[in-house]
């Protein structure tokens, strides 16, 4: 697969998942030993499924765009942002009505045609705020 054909595929699949919440296309992205590492978690391809479920549940009409991706091997970068209202429970929190956006980035490593390993990076302290819940400790 090319730089190009890889950036086509993530930029597809992203918009299905994330956009759509048509999460089974991820199983033609990633591999069957993918692991998501990232805000002190390790999830697999059917525990990241399941948090883009959770997600869009709590925010239906949730967006993320693709700011920026670069490809070099077998290695991607993935700038991007997400924004949606918060219309139903979420962690816990009972729905805001709030409309919050965050953003962050992500660095996949490829074998062969699959992603097997992001690192994602983001401020879950954003979304948070966003929410209007400042965690104990923060300033205002």
Do not use: C, N
């Amino acid at each position: 697969m090319t730089a190009r054909e890889r950036e086509a595929t993530i930029r597809s699949a992203w918009a299905a998942a994330w956009d759509r919440g048509d999460v089974e296309v991820l199983d033609e992205l990633l591999g069957a030993d993918y692991r998501r590492i990232g805000d002190g978690h390790v999830r697999d391809r059917e525990q990241f499924k399941a948090t883009i479920r959770d997600t869009r549940a709590a925010f239906p009409e949730l967006v993320t765009t693709i700011d920026e991706i670069l490809v070099d091997g077998d290695r991607a970068a993935i700038r991007w942002h997400s924004a949606g209202t918060h219309e139903h429970r979420y962690l816990g929190v009972p729905a805001t009505g709030r409309r919050v956006a965050v953003s962050g980035a992500t660095f996949a490593r490829f074998v062969d045609d699959r992603i097997v390993e992001e690192h994602v990076t983001w401020d879950p302290r954003a979304l948070l705020a966003g929410l209007g819940i400042h965690p104990i400790g923060q300033d205002r």
